[in-house]
């Protein structure tokens, strides 16, 4: 089922209620195309106008390739600026160490640092010099401003840019525009930190600068962490300030594996661990963070905090898996568009996408543009699709995007994971590992991506079936021997540590005359159960290559128990695996022959009824 946002962020929303300090993070986790960004949007729809809401995205700001937290606190300032009525917030502190890490005082000594830093806040204190610094800031910021549906601040209107930075600066006026702010209460905050220290409040804007241009990571995370408390005392403060019943903040990360927002995210949640360990008996942070990862933040949470996202919301971070459509879900998409033929187009298209979100709107679209039913699904994926590109290439494209944090397609990738889909599972992919392009090795995320193998995390996962498919006919395509599908089933076969990794690689490889004899052998060896079962692992994998029904079909006249096997290793994988047969008067056909075949094999088993009750099934 598609993800429902909504719900788990107004349990987010509500965590605080309950009495916990702080609300967890929101990682939802998702492969390429899982329609996490979609989600994320109408979030935002829904929530802008009942609190502060900000939909950030790390690979339109500027910093991203800094691997700062600079560029997302921005955005995530600028987007929460214009608030909701009757709930204005500042980010004083947040703006003095922009000032601060405008300014390079490492070639100053340390009085002049000093005195230049008095000198910086003393201009800004003037509401028309800052209103020209944050217009530069919001330019440069590069990220999408959530509080308008518009493109990304870089490339919007002048006046769109003056609309922002008036609301950034519209809070910190006291009375009247004229009227001088004062920064002496932000100012005094860097010297405490809301954690009882005691330094020289100037002398820790001069080093957060400092920090900000060091190539050392150590002193890095020290800004990060630095900006992000300021960040938490300014909503903090804002909050207090509106009194009642005020809402929390929702801020929403798009492309939350971008390096940015990674580190805004681990910053985060570092902060509030240090804020705890202070007892400085603070009121909650108003922030609550919904993270969109293809599963690289899971696995840095999981390593940061110990904590899986499993544990419920009194864990520092939760995981929502974005899961696929429905059969139900894509036949209602498919019937509530102006497409003819709905109730026909649903079934087709989740039988090949299997509900993969973006995959499921190419196939839907594509089968609109057939006014007959009865669509030949091989036909549509080789269709012609923009770019130059083919309708498969396309389908496949969004779960290598995935693996990628810039949502680049790398050629490499996506030849590995053509290669990768023979494997029946990831601890079969890493065999092989000798057939992949460079730079592609085991620790590349087309192995270890959480969300591309499914279940996420789990040792044997197995690819997305759509992948899978998608990688398959991509592989029978391939021509150079040295990594085609002949090369690929070889190498699993010969590496095979199961019967049934074997026998299931030698009917792709070989052909399904030998593999029937070997089953057929085994017919009055193995209990009934067993025998079905190690049936279903042979099968399991259909044949792109075989789109001919009189192959599939296999012996017109099978008299043989070796002859039925042939029968079920050609009809099963078609029936059951393979998208591409859709014809309802020709899955009746490939039925029937199951049915027939398990009954007639049932003759030659240990016992009957485990055979009988599986072609009931049919």
Same mark, same amino acid.
């Given at each position: 089922?598609? $993800? %429902?946002?909504?719900?788990?962020?107004?349990?987010?929303?509500?965590?605080?209620?309950?009495?916990?300090?702080?609300?967890?993070?929101?990682?939802?986790?998702?492969?390429?195309?899982?329609?996490?960004?979609?989600?994320?949007?109408?979030?935002?729809?829904?929530? &802008?106008?009942?609190?502060?809401?900000? @939909?950030?995205?790390?690979?339109?700001?500027? =910093?991203?390739?800094? %691997?700062?937290?600079?560029?997302? !606190?921005?955005?995530?300032?600028? /987007? $929460?600026?214009?608030?909701?009525?009757?709930?204005?917030?500042?980010?004083?502190?947040?703006?003095?160490?922009?000032?601060?890490?405008?300014? #390079?005082?490492?070639? $100053?000594?340390?009085? #002049?640092?000093? %005195?230049? *830093?008095?000198?910086?806040?003393?201009?800004?204190?003037d509401p028309a010099v800052l209103l020209a610094f944050v217009r530069s800031v919001v330019r440069a910021a590069g990220?999408?401003?959530?509080?308008?549906?518009?493109?990304?601040?870089?490339?919007?209107?002048?006046?769109?840019? =003056?609309? !922002?930075?008036?609301?950034?600066?519209?809070? *910190?006026?006291?009375?009247?525009?004229?009227?001088?702010?004062?920064?002496?209460?932000?100012?005094?905050?860097?010297?405490?930190?809301? &954690?009882?220290? =005691?330094?020289n409040p100037l002398q820790t804007l001069i080093d957060l600068s400092d920090w900000a241009r060091s190539e050392r990571p150590s002193l890095r995370e020290e800004a990060d962490d630095l900006l992000v408390a300021a960040l938490l005392a300014d909503l903090r403060r804002a909050r207090a300030e509106a009194g009642g019943d005020a809402p929390a903040v929702l801020v929403l990360v798009d492309? /939350? =594996? @971008?390096p940015a927002a990674s580190a805004f995210t681990s910053s985060l949640i570092r902060v509030r661990g240090q804020?705890?360990?202070?007892?400085?008996?603070?009121?909650? #942070?108003?922030? %609550?963070?919904?993270?969109?990862?293809? /599963?690289?933040?899971?696995?840095a949470?999981?390593?940061?905090?110990?904590?899986? /996202?499993?544990?419920?919301w009194a864990g520092p971070w939760v995981r929502i898996p974005a899961g696929d459509l429905g059969p139900d879900e894509v036949r209602h998409l498919a019937e509530s568009s102006r497409w003819g033929n709905g109730h026909l187009h649903g079934p087709v298209a989740h039988r090949l996408t299997r509900g993969h979100p973006e995959g499921t709107a190419i196939v839907l679209a594509e089968l609109a543009k057939d006014r007959e039913p009865g669509t030949d699904v091989d036909a549509l994926l080789r269709r012609p699709a923009p770019g130059g590109t083919t309708v498969e290439r396309r389908l496949l494209e969004p779960f290598v995007r995935g693996l990628n944090a810039r949502k680049h397609v790398e050629e490499p990738l996506l030849e590995a994971l053509v290669t990768l889909s023979a494997a029946r599972d990831r601890l079969e992919a890493e065999r092989l590992l000798p057939l992949l392009p460079h730079p592609v090795r085991h620790d590349s995320p087309v192995f270890t991506s959480r969300t591309l193998w499914s279940p996420a995390g789990a040792d044997d996962g197995r690819l997305h079936p759509l992948a899978r498919y998608l990688g398959l006919r991509a592989l029978a395509a391939r021509d150079d021997p040295a990594t085609g599908w002949t090369a690929a089933f070889r190498k699993l076969r010969d590496r095979a540590g199961d019967r049934a990794g074997q026998l299931h690689h030698e009917r792709l490889l070989s052909g399904k005359e030998g593999v029937a004899e070997e089953l057929a052998g085994l017919l009055p060896e193995l209990p009934p159960a067993e025998w079905l079962a190690l049936l279903e692992e042979v099968v399991a994998t259909p044949d792109p290559r075989e789109r001919d029904l009189a192959r599939v079909r296999g012996p017109k006249q099978p008299s043989t128990a070796a002859d039925h096997v042939v029968v079920l290793l050609g009809v099963l994988p078609a029936l059951d695996h393979d998208p591409c047969f859709t014809d309802e008067h020709a899955l009746a056909e490939l039925r029937e022959l199951a049915?027939?075949?398990? &009954?007639? @094999?049932?003759?030659?088993? &240990?016992?009957?009824?485990?055979f009988l009750l599986r072609a009931k099934s049919y």
């Open positions: 089922m598609r $993800l %429902n946002l909504p719900e788990p962020i107004t349990e987010l929303l509500a965590v605080q209620a309950t009495g916990l300090p702080t609300s967890p993070v929101l990682a939802v986790e998702g492969p390429g195309g899982s329609g996490k960004s979609e989600s994320l949007r109408e979030a935002l729809e829904k929530w &802008r106008r009942e609190t502060p809401t900000a @939909l950030v995205r790390p690979s339109e700001t500027v =910093d991203s390739a800094k %691997n700062t937290v600079l560029g997302v !606190l921005t955005a995530v300032m600028i /987007g $929460l600026s214009p608030g909701i009525r009757g709930y204005p917030l500042k980010f004083e502190r947040t703006l003095i160490a922009h000032l601060a890490i405008r300014e #390079d005082f490492s070639k $100053l000594t340390a009085t #002049d640092a000093l %005195n230049r *830093l008095k000198q910086v806040l003393t201009a800004h204190r990220g999408l401003a959530a509080a308008i549906a518009g493109p990304p601040v870089s490339a919007a209107a002048p006046e769109v840019v =003056d609309q !922002l930075a008036e609301a950034v600066v519209s809070g *910190l006026r006291r009375w009247r525009w004229w009227q001088q702010i004062d920064w002496a209460g932000p100012v005094a905050w860097f010297g405490h930190q809301d &954690r009882g220290f =005691d330094f492309d /939350g =594996d @971008l804020l705890a360990a202070a007892r400085t008996e603070l009121p909650p #942070d108003p922030l %609550n963070l919904v993270v969109a990862t293809t /599963g690289a933040v899971a696995d949470l999981t390593t940061a905090t110990g904590c899986t /996202g499993e544990s419920g049915k027939d075949s398990l &009954r007639r @094999l049932s003759k030659h088993a &240990r016992e009957r009824g485990p």
